[in-house]
């Protein structure tokens, strides 16, 4: 294949389905290396489910944290975009008059 073909695409493109999915690779990634940590901590400590359970939120809790930025920035990316996009049009249409 062309190089140019798997280039990331633009950042005026916004997120494509390829990125989306890689978030709900690593939200379920924090997931399951959370839970390995709280269950290797039961063990090292003698409790019983406590620090696995306490792993699984955090986990959770950091892939929402990671979700919403990364969606949070694209859209602010796609603002900006319609708003240049809108002043460029305005532009143009004022010199057309």
């Known amino acids: 294949m062309d190089d140019e073909k ?32 709280g269950q290797w901590l039961d063990n090292r400590l003698g409790f019983n489910g406590l620090f696995t359970i306490v792993g699984v939120f955090v986990g959770a809790a950091a892939a929402f944290y990671n979700m919403y930025r990364k969606i949070n920035a694209a859209q602010k990316r796609d603002d900006e975009e319609r708003r240049a996009r809108g002043e460029r049009e305005a532009g143009s249409g004022k010199r057309e008059q």
């Open 6 to 37: 798997r280039s990331r695409p633009s950042p005026s493109q916004g997120l494509s389905g390829a990125d989306f999915a890689g978030v709900g690779i690593q939200f379920a990634v924090a997931i399951v290396v959370f839970l390995f940590a």
